[in-house]
């Protein structure tokens, strides 16, 4: 960020010192076709808002260098928390109210954790993208200085939008990262069970399910009553699609929290964006060649479909499938638009 704004301060002001020392040479009597005025412009758009500054450098040539940046406008959106990777409904044949695995584990920890777990979770996702700007204007028309192709590039971060889980979601997801753990341990455990039953280990050997102090959950029958309830569950998580692993298997692809108890998503891009569109200005007064107005039309080229990384590094775009509602509507989105729609107005000013 602060190479950004440090390189276009340092442009803008390269472009401003070169155009006042030909200024002076111009007034001195010596014209020259290049460097002789200075415009500046709010601009705003779907780049975000932003600033340039513009001076030619040619007789139909005009060179400009700026920054934008988009306000982080939230959106909010909802995943499901479900136990095991089949979704089960929550009412029978009659429309009644029946009690889900994830109704059970649900009472379960709130027994145990004092959390009561939703079976939902809030996210925000707003964007952060910045760029640095650079253009070249070229004017095709002798008689007409308003119309103007353009070419250039944006740099900036390459990460371009966020998501993150709601402050209330937070007391769900600890209980749901507390149960996953549950469920991880008493796996294992119940495996040196089974390698305790085929005589393959000692009994002091097997690997308790938790331990507080002198207290041990090694018991094998109790590790097996605990395994018997647990897998015929299974893991906690919110299911976004599925996913194929390296064995050509296809599973539900669920997310989880982190170690910090949250969960996150990044939208990636190449932070190098060439730029190629037409605009068209004019004064914004009339009879006061201080003030213009311009739009420009075009598209910046991502170099490809962004990538969507969850916390725990799956590709949302890439390596998930067949997302459904209102999250899988904003995945496909984002992964048609390898190129960005620029749509930007200039209010211009003429410094000199």
């Known amino acids: 960020m602060k190479k950004i704004v440090l390189s276009v301060f340092f442009l803008s002001g390269v472009l401003s010192a070169t155009a006042q ?13 290049f460097f002789n005025h200075l415009n500046a412009s709010l601009t705003l758009g779907t780049t975000g808002i932003g600033f340039d500054v513009a001076t030619p450098v040619g ?11 988009m306000p982080p406008i ?9 136990v095991g990777e089949t979704k089960e409904s929550k009412y029978d044949a009659n429309g009644n109210r029946v009690e889900t695995k994830f109704d059970k584990m649900a009472a379960l920890l709130e027994d145990l954790s004092g959390y009561k777990v939703e079976d939902e979770v809030e996210m925000i996702g707003r964007p952060t993208y910045h760029n640095l700007k650079v253009m070249v204007d070229v004017f095709p028309f002798i008689r007409d200085r308003r119309w ?3 070419a250039g590039f944006f740099w900036g971060p390459s990460k371009i939008a966020d998501g993150y889980n709601v402050t209330e979601a937070m007391p769900s997801l600890l209980a749901l990262g507390m149960y996953n753990r549950l469920y991880d341990k008493t796996m294992i ?5 089974q390698k305790f039953r085929r005589g393959e280990i000692a009994p002091y050997e097997i690997i308790p399910v938790f331990s507080i102090g002198q207290y041990e959950i090694n018991s094998p029958t109790e590790i097996e009553s605990l395994y018997k309830m647990l897998s015929s569950y299974g893991r906690m998580g919110m299911p976004l699609g599925k996913m194929t692993d390296e064995n050509g298997v ?12 949250m969960v996150k998503a990044e939208v990636r891009t190449n932070s190098f964006k060439p730029y190629l569109g037409v605009g068209y200005g004019g004064r914004l007064l009339k009879n006061d060649d201080r003030f213009h107005v311009a739009v420009d039309l075009g598209a910046m080229f991502w170099g490809g479909s962004p990538r969507i990384i969850t916390h725990d590094g799956t590709d949302l775009a890439r390596d998930v499938h067949g997302i459904k509602g209102k999250v899988g509507d904003y995945v496909e989105i984002i992964k048609d638009f390898k190129v960005f729609p620029v749509v930007d107005v200039r209010f211009i000013y003429s410094i000199f």
């Open 21 to 33: 020392e030909y200024k002076i040479l111009n007034e001195s009597g010596y014209k020259m076709p």
């Open 59 to 69: 007789n139909y040539v005009q060179l400009r260098a700026g920054w934008a940046f």
């Open 74 to 82: 939230h959106q909010h959106m909802h995943f499901d928390v479900q």
């Open 148 to 150: 103007h192709i353009t």
């Open 189 to 193: 455990s119940y495996e040196s069970v």
């Open 250 to 261: 296809s599973h539900t692809y669920m997310m989880v929290p982190n170690e910090e108890g």
